[in-house]
């Protein structure tokens, strides 16, 4: 019995499952992962007030204390998060109060931009950030 030893036969391979898979994944991972809403908030700087509110009548101010650890404070009263706004609607009262939030140089953003928020939907005055 003779057996002969032919090479065998290579067949060209084809892409089409390959990029079937590829595009399965691309449908996966975009169903799967989170969109992010991203907002922007208002922010008046220190700085940026200038001759005008210096003849403005005087306004109270109110200072939101934000430090690294997610501490806030409230003219120096510590306080939540989640009663911010209410904290800042009892310091504004009647009148306008100007709102400063000064941050302590480790703050998170998040944070900083958390207190920005709760004095802007509080809405007792203009917001003011200062470092």
């Keep these: 019995m003779h057996i002969s030893a032919r090479a065998p036969r290579h067949r ?5 499952p390959l990029i079937d898979v590829v595009f399965l994944l691309l449908l996966f991972f975009m169903l799967a992962s989170t969109f992010a809403r991203f907002g922007s908030v208002d922010v008046t700087l220190a700085r940026e007030t200038g001759a005008a509110s210096r003849q403005a009548a005087p ?14 404070a409230v003219d120096g009263v510590p306080v939540e998060l ?4 209410e904290r800042l609607n009892e310091k504004g009262g009647d009148d306008e109060a100007r709102v400063i939030v000064r ?16 004095a802007r939907r509080a809405a007792i005055g203009p917001v003011l950030l200062v470092h």
């Design 103 to 118: 941050a302590s140089s480790g703050a998170v953003a998040q944070d900083i931009v958390s207190a920005v928020d709760a």
């Design 82 to 85: 989640a009663a911010l706004g």
């Design 12 to 16: 060209a391979m084809s892409m089409t």
């Design 59 to 72: 306004m109270r101010n109110v200072l939101i204390s934000v430090r690294e650890d997610g501490f806030y």
